[in-house]
Each structure stands twice: as structure tokens, then as C-alpha cells.
């Protein structure tokens, strides 16, 4: 393996040859030096051991001792209590009893254990072993004596009181053992205290000249331990000074490469360990200055994701490993791009991009550390980031274009304006702010007929790619009208989609510019007028003043492909010269949306037909006349009309109504339901129907008309619909 590290390696390994002559040469003074100093400090510290064993029990016996003092106040502030209980008729008095006895049984069994030894309450726990040492009745036995005296009399009073709950000798009898024990105690009391403290006092005293005793053998030991120490640290220093000499060569070498060279380079052990020698640049890219010895892990971990961490500790472990060959692995280096999160010195991120390199150093032993070199690829990174980038752009653009070239110049100019105002209609309307969910609802319905309608512009054009961007769109609205409560996070998605679209409209719009400066106006499309396989065309229209005729025909090509059917539309009779200026674009959406319908709904598949003795083609009549009070939109299908049974039960499955509400109703009002959004007959949604949002689309488009709308059918042969609203004779614009 060659690194930067080579060179200083191997004089690093001549040195330490060097160092380990002049060191074995020494190995039996130096385990002469160890084994005295270790005699030393292991006699120190069994000494040590045996006095911190007993000044434990010293400190056992001093609390037992000083509790002994305060068991004799408190049994006489119990008996009191064990008087008054037993003297109210109403009251119990075996609880008091019970503590008395407690109390009772844990001075005597105490005072016996110091006086004769033996076992005590909390046996296991030390105290009955430390109670038989006779140090402590030794020290004071004359005290303990005394004591005994005094509590061999009161014991024979307090018994009958302790063993009241077995023999129950009635309320008239506790009062009056307890009157009697209370006079002795009241007597001695003072006496028995005085002696319990003084006995406590002498059981401190013993565990002081033990503890004076630990500190005179703690004191020899550790003089003994620092002159042992200072013998060895004189011997040696002399020896070791030969050994620096050659070790601060080697050190000198390293220092200049790692100073000097780009990359991080550091070396880590099995315990990710970084060593003690690495690169300065290691600490510009980790933006830390004290690297050596931290845990490389550690130190990825605030910096990297969990997957990156985790393959870190994956890649290093098989490295590590002596069955893995290194070459193979290092051709599957996970690690040569990792993205790392670096703190600024404003409190914020700086996202870098790492790349980690992998080496094993080897010795005669084998292996068990590893070079690591780090480089800071973000430059390379960004740019191969921005040509991507880039490229993702010109295809996306070459895209579009190839799907908005065969659009007649004009009406692609009419459609990126309608568009572009529908999406900032859009964006206005998740701007203004709603507290309720009710209001919130109300911003989505006004969303989804934006939405709809340019979804029916764009597969009107042909422009299949928008299409699905908003029918995209729709299924996120459709979704959020479905939950119960609205938060004004649930908006977040449609805002990422709305940003898309208004960004890929953008592009378009650059592109249409682009296309009129080059006047690729003249490129004529074919017209795209056969229908399913059909071999009759849509007839020509003696109405070419209709700015959209040709798009319509490209609608009703696409819907009636996707849904298997055959269609022809029929707009002889619409006279497009009757619509003032502001009243094309809204009838432009009903007729649209109407279409749509009409296929989704209305026409049935060309087997049906046939088989209904119809012609395999359906026939969708559009029709715009002046009827004298003003205009009337005329919109027919040869279909199979109008199922009010579907719409019952879609009603009755949404709760619009009960079942016999239903049945009691007008078919008007029923087919009124049509027009409410969301209200679908549909099995499921799809591109073009089943959302419940085009025919709601149509009645707000007849409302901005001012205008009022009918329905007539007969099942199994039409639908009609009729739209009149006010209008004058105003040429059209195109």
C-alpha cells in the first residue's frame, strides 16, 4: 500500500527496532522495579482493606449505639401514647401497642447484642458479626452493666404491655401497667439516657484510634510507594532520553507530511478510535481542533443521517475483517459521496459533501488499523448537481415543446393566460386565511373547479402531460375533502403542486415566446379528427369562426378513446358570432365539461349501441341560437339518458336524503343533484369524470352567466341539456 504515510512509517519502524534493543536489555530491572512497587501498594491496600472493613462496623456500632439513647425517649413517649389510647373507650389501642412493642423488642435485643454478643434485628446486613467484637462492651462495661440494671426492672414492667395483644387483659389493665411503667421510667429515664449516650461516646472513640491507626499505615505506604516510584522514574528517564532522540525523528517526519498535505488523512483502530497523528486539514474540514483520540463514530453522528452512520459501521467492520479481500471492497466503497451538516458560526448549517477512503496498514502482525483519507468534494459535487440540473431542464423543455408544437399559436397564447390566472386565482385563494374547517372546505371546492376546468382546457388541447399534472392536483383536493377536520397544514401538499405547476407554466410560456419569435405559426397539424378506429370523419364545419372547433374535436377524441366508444360532434348550428366577448371563455367550460359528460355518462360503448339497434357512433349535437329573449346553449347526446334509480341511490349512500324522501321526489330535484359537487355516479374517479366536479363546474359558469339550465331525457334514447342566458351580438375576438 502506498500513502502519505510510507516513508514515515518505516523510519518509524527503525526507530522503534532501535528503542525495543535498548529496551528488552532492561526488561529484568524493570519487572524487579514493577513487582516491588506492586508488593508495596498490595500490602498498602490489604491494610488498607482490613481497617476500611472495621471502621465500617466502627460506624454500624456508633449508629446503634447513638439510637440506643433515643429508643429510650421514645419508649417513653409511646407508652404515654399507648395510655391514652387505652383509656378512651371509643378508640383501639393495639396499634399503639404494636409500635411500642417494636420499639420494646429493638432496645432490648440491641442492649443484649452489646453486652453478650449474638445475633441481631437486620442479621445478614453486618450488625450481628459487629456486635461480637468485645472491644466495644470492653470499653465501657461498667456502663453497660448499670444499664442492664436499670432495664432488667423495666422490662418486667413493660411486659405486660408488650404482650397485651396475646393476652388481652382489657382496657382497665393496659391503663394501668402503663401507669406503672411510666412512673419507673419517669425515674430512670434521664439515668438510662445518660448512660446510652455515654456509651455511644466510647464506641466513637474506638472507631477514632482505629481510624488514626489506618491513616500512620496509609501514610508508610504511600511514602514507601513515591520513594519506589522516584527509583524507577531516575532509572529510566536516563535510558528513555536515547529512545526520544530517535522518536522525535520519526514524529519530525510525520509532522511535515501532515502539515503540508491536502486531504484528511488519520489512522483508526478497531475501536474507531481516530489516532493521535492526522493531517491538519483534518481539522479545517471537521471545523475541530481536537480530533485525536474521539470516537470517529462519535463524531459522524451529529454530522450524518442514521443510514450513513449505520453504513460507516458496516463498511469499516468488513474492512476490518482479515477474510475480506481489500481490493474488491474498496471498488464497492459506499462511502465516496456522504453528505455532512457542518454548524456555522451564525448558528446554522453548512451542507458539505465527503469523500472517505479506506486503506489498510499492515505490520508484520498483520492488520488492525486503517488509513482513513477524507476530501471535500462539494465543488464537484455542485457542479455535477448543476449538470444534471441542467439537463433535466432541456429534456423537460424538449418535452413540452414537442407537446405543445402542433397547438395553433393563438390559442396556445389564450390557454398559458387562462392558466397562468387560474393558478394565481389558486395561490390567492390558500393565502387568504381560514380558521374552520367548514371554510377551509369552501376554499377547496373553489379550488377544485379551477382545477377541473383547466384540466378540461388542456385535454382539449391535446396537452396530455398538464392533464395529468392537474388531475394530480384534483386527486390531493379530492382527498382533503374527505378527512373530517382541516388544519391549514393539510394545505402544504397542494402548495408544493401549485409551486410545480406555476414553474412548468413558466417553462411553457418561455417556449410559446420562443415559438413566435421563430413564426412557427404557419406549421399546420394535421386535424386529429377520426374517432376510435372509425372510418368516417367529423364533418367539416361551416362555422370557422369556433377559435376552439378543432380543440373540441380533440376532446372528444381523446375521452371516447379512453373510454372505448365511438363519437361525433355536430356544431353546425352554433353560432359563436351571438357570445360577447366576456361570455366565450364560460361557454367555452360548459360545453367542455359537457362533453366530457356526456361521453363518461351518456354514450354507451359501440356494442351496446348496436345492439339497441343504434348507429355504433354516438352523436353529441352542440347547439347556440337566439331565441328571441336571449341565448340558448343546446347540449344533446344520443345516449342512454338520465338513471335516476343511480342517483337515488347515490343520494341515499351519501345521506342527502332517506329512501322515502327520495322516492316522494320530483325527477327535477333529482337531477338537481347533479349539479352539487362532489355528487358522481360513478364507480370510481378518472381523468375525465367521477369526481363530481364538472357538472358543479357548469352550474357555477351558467351563475356567472346569469343564466338558468334545463334538463330533458328520455331513457335509453337522449340527454339534453339547455342553458339560457342574456347575450348580444358582439363578432368574436380570435
Known sequence: MKNPFSSTIKGSKGSMRAFGGIF??????????????????????????????????????????????????????????????????????????????????????????????????????????????????????????????????????????????????????????TTVAIAYARQQNDKLLELMESFATAVEGVA???????????????????INFFLILFHFLKRLSKSDALVEKSRKETEDILENVNEGLFLLDKGYIIGS????????????????????????????????????????EILFSPRVNESLV??????????????????????????????????????????????????????????????????????????????ENSMLTDFIRITADGLNNVNTILKKPAKTTESMKKKLETIFRIAHKLKGDSTMLGLEFVEEKFHSLEAAIAALKEKQALTGEDFLPLVVQLNQLMSDFTIIGNLQ???????????????????????????????????????????????????????????????????????IEPVKDIIVQSIRNAIAHGLETPESRESAGKPREGNLKVELTHNGSGLQLTIRDDGRGIDLEKIKATALSKGLATESQLSAWHPSKLISLIFRQGFTTAQEGGVHAGRGVGMDLIRSRIDSLNGKSRVRFQAGRYTEFLFTFEGERVAVQS
Open 24 to 177: 528488552r536489555s532492561k526488561y529484568i530491572e524493570l519487572i524487579l522495579a514493577v513487582g516491588l512497587f506492586i508488593l508495596l501498594d498490595s500490602g498498602v491496600l490489604i491494610l488498607n482493606f482490613y481497617t476500611s472493613y472495621q471502621i465500617a462496623n466502627d460506624a454500624h456500632a456508633i449508629q446503634l449505639a447513638s439510637r440506643m439513647g433515643t429508643l429510650s425517649q421514645g419508649l417513653l413517649h409511646e407508652l404515654y401514647q399507648v395510655q391514652d389510647d387505652a383509656d378512651n373507650p371509643s378508640g383501639s389501642y393495639s396499634e399503639s401497642i404494636d409500635i411500642f412493642a417494636k420499639s420494646y423488642k429493638l432496645f432490648d435485643e440491641t442492649l443484649d447484642a452489646f453486652i453478650y454478643g449474638g445475633d441481631l434485628i437486620g442479621a445478614g446486613q453486618g450488625q450481628d458479626a459487629l456486635l461480637k467484637d468485645t472491644a466495644y462492651r470492653d470499653t465501657s462495661a461498667h456502663v453497660l452493666k448499670e444499664a442492664e440494671e436499670i432495664w432488667k426492672v423495666y422490662r418486667i414492667k413493660l411486659k405486660p404491655i408488650v404482650y397485651a395483644d396475646f393476652s388481652d387483659p382489657g382496657r382497665e389493665k393496659i391503663v394501668e401497667a
Open 208 to 226: 477514632i484510634r482505629k481510624a488514626e491507626r489506618l491513616r500512620t499505615i496509609q501514610s508508610i505506604g504511600i511514602g514507601l510507594a513515591v
Open 277 to 316: 497523528q492526522h493531517s491538519k486539514s483534518l481539522h479545517a474540514l471537521f471545523k475541530d481542533d481536537s480530533l485525536a483520540g474521539q470516537n470517529f463514530i462519535d463524531l459522524l453522528r451529529p454530522l450524518v443521517t442514521e443510514k450513513t452512520l449505520d453504513t460507516v459501521e458496516d463498511y469499516t
Open 330 to 407: 474498496a471498488d464497492l466503497n459506499p462511502l465516496k459521496q456522504v453528505e455532512i451538516n457542518l454548524t456555522t458560526d451564525a448558528a446554522g448549517f453548512d451542507i458539505r459533501y465527503f469523500s472517505f477512503q479506506f486503506s489498510r496498514v499492515y505490520d508484520k502482525n498483520g492488520f488492525d488499523t486503517l488509513l482513513v483519507t477524507v476530501k471535500d468534494i462539494s465543488e464537484q459535487v455542485k457542479l455535477s448537481e448543476q449538470l444534471k440540473a441542467a439537463n433535466e431542464k432541456a429534456s423537460k423543455e424538449i418535452d413540452m415543446l414537442l407537446a405543445i408544437i402542433h397547438v
Open 513 to 583: 415566446k420562443k415559438m413566435s419569435a421563430i413564426d412557427l405559426a404557419n406549421i399546420q397539424h394535421e386535424p386529429l379528427l377520426p374517432v376510435m378506429g372509425t372510418s368516417s370523419d367529423i364533418p367539416a364545419d361551416s362555422t370557422p369562426e369556433i377559435p376552439w372547433k378543432n380543440q373540441l374535436n380533440t376532446l372528444v377524441k381523446r375521452v371516447v378513446t379512453d373510454y372505448g366508444k365511438q363519437a361525433v360532434l355536430d356544431m353546425s348550428d352554433f353560432d359563436a358570432t351571438l357570445l360577447s366577448e366576456k361570455q
